[in-house]
């Protein structure tokens, strides 16, 4: 019981979709209906709105370190360890995947997991924010920037955190990021991939 005292609301957290809210404030069509249809920074920023953009991949990635700084606060309250951490980190993943808000339809998590990097270790998180810049301004293709960032948050897991749960939290993250961006990877196949910052016209 003690443990669903942090995943729940991790869970809940996850759920919430800032690229909805963001849309929402600044009366933009609503993310799901246009571009790629996923409700995260870089198909709101397809509307034109770079504020709208900022705000949702901020709320996004700041949901995903707040939940694993909260758990880590509370957890030896609770009597857990990095295994209840690593629980709720990964919660939080899954509540923007999959939140109950929205039908169980979310985004594909790169802001998210983002912020749980950052949350498990500075470093970690900055060397991966790093890897997607660096992709994301040399090829503009925010999906292959994500790929690669996620094909390597393993690795720096297994460097600064060694083998642990927060370490397989990073794996299934990882995984489940390549799985969602799977219609983007045949996108950059093909030459359909649209590039950063191109503007919906649907």
Do not use: C
């Not at 292959?144 to 960032?149: F, G, K, S, T, Y």
């Not at 927060?166 to 996108?187: C, D, E, P, Q, Y």
């Amino acid at each position: 019981m003690t443990l669903i005292a942090l995943v729940l609301p991790a869970y809940l957290l996850g759920s919430i979709s800032f690229g909805v809210l963001a849309s929402r404030f600044f009366q933009l069509p609503d993310p799901r209906t246009y571009g790629s249809g996923n409700p995260g920074a870089t198909n709101v920023l397809r509307s034109g709105k770079k504020s709208a953009a900022i705000f949702t991949l901020l709320g996004d990635a700041g949901k995903g370190w707040l939940a694993v700084a909260l758990a880590e606060y509370y957890a030896p309250f609770l009597n857990l360890g990095n295994e209840a951490v690593a629980a709720a980190a990964l919660a939080v993943f899954l509540g923007h995947l999959f939140p109950v808000f929205l039908h169980f339809k979310g985004g594909k998590g790169v802001a998210t997991a983002l912020g749980i990097l950052l949350g498990f270790n500075l470093w970690m998180g900055l060397l991966a924010v790093t890897i997607w810049l660096a992709v994301a301004v040399i090829w503009r293709f925010s999906s292959l920037a994500a790929i690669a960032a996620a094909g390597l948050a393993p690795f720096y897991a297994l460097f600064f955190l060694g083998f642990e749960a927060r370490t397989l939290v990073v794996f299934i993250m990882s995984l489940l990021l390549i799985w969602r961006h799977k219609s983007n990877i045949a996108g950059l196949i093909s030459g359909r991939e649209s590039r950063i910052g191109k503007r919906s016209t649907s």
